[in-house]
């Protein structure tokens, strides 16, 4: 089976605090995502990367950046937490463009 | 650019009816996927069903299936014999085939997801 894990699953952070989640994943998989899930809004796409040191932009980037330095991992980082960024984040992982794998999630608490 | 819309925020049905989720999309896109993901209670996304806009045929697992409808964009999913661990948010989604050989991943499009409860 797929597994798809996450640092934490729960996080609590301070405004203006540096923080990185973590996602890793132990299929060889090409590509990683890592969305936020808000009520009433659905999933929606931060980053991707489709290898490891190549990035693209989703739907909503601003606040966040992303790492890839090895083919398993892929981390996201938000610079300076701040309030707006409470939510839960999930990240995912796929071998080609079909079916994405998920994680447990990480819900973050920005104070 | 693609946008999915779940029209029902909550459904509620007793165990061992039959429910069906609706989904509908928007795309000037001839080649695509479409999707159903579950998340239960535990957060742990699964997938549920997937359909190629290039197959006629409803794609069915189990007591899952799918009514797509390319002409109408529309991508129901229907759950027979509910059972309780069937409680969860459903998502739709929809992702673009690329074509040709071109680097990279596609996105998915999620819905705003359906919050289904079947009771005892």
């Known amino acids: 089976d797929v597994k798809v894990t996450q640092s934490s699953r729960y996080l609590v952070k301070r405004t203006g605090e540096k923080v990185f989640l973590e996602c890793v994943q132990d299929?060889?998989?090409?590509?990683m995502f890592w969305y936020r899930q808000d009520p009433g809004l659905g999933l929606r796409l931060i980053y991707f990367?489709?290898?490891?040191?190549?990035?693209e932009k989703g739907d909503i980037p601003e606040g966040y950046s992303v790492s890839r330095e090895k083919k398993e991992r892929f981390s996201l980082i938000l610079e300076s937490a701040s309030t707006n960024q409470t939510s839960m984040y999930l990240c995912?992982?796929?071998?080609?463009?079909?079916?994405?794998?998920f994680g447990p999630g990480t819900r973050l608490t920005v104070l | 650019a693609q946008t999915v819309t779940q029209s029902q925020p909550e459904m509620s049905v007793q165990e061992a009816e039959t429910v069906t989720l609706s989904c509908t999309y928007d795309?000037?896109?001839?080649?695509?996927?479409l999707f159903w993901y579950k998340q239960p209670p535990s957060r742990q996304m699964i997938l549920v069903i997937r359909?190629?806009?290039?197959?006629?045929q409803n794609a069915t697992e189990n007591r899952f299936s799918v009514n797509f409808q390319k002409a109408a964009k529309s991508f129901s999913l229907k759950i027979s014999d509910s059972q309780l661990g069937d409680t969860a948010m459903y998502f739709c989604?929809?992702?673009?085939?690329?074509?040709?050989?071109?680097?990279?991943?596609?996105?998915?499009?999620f819905g705003q997801g359906t919050r289904l409860t079947i009771n005892p």
């Open positions: 995912a992982s796929s071998p080609g463009y079909h079916t994405q794998y």
């Open positions: 299929m060889d998989h090409e590509n």
């Open positions: 990367s489709y290898d490891v040191k190549m990035k």
């Open positions: 795309t000037s896109e001839n080649n695509y996927y």
């Open positions: 359909q190629e806009a290039y197959k006629q």
């Open positions: 989604a929809f992702m673009k085939q690329r074509s040709g050989i071109i680097q990279g991943a596609q996105k998915l499009v």
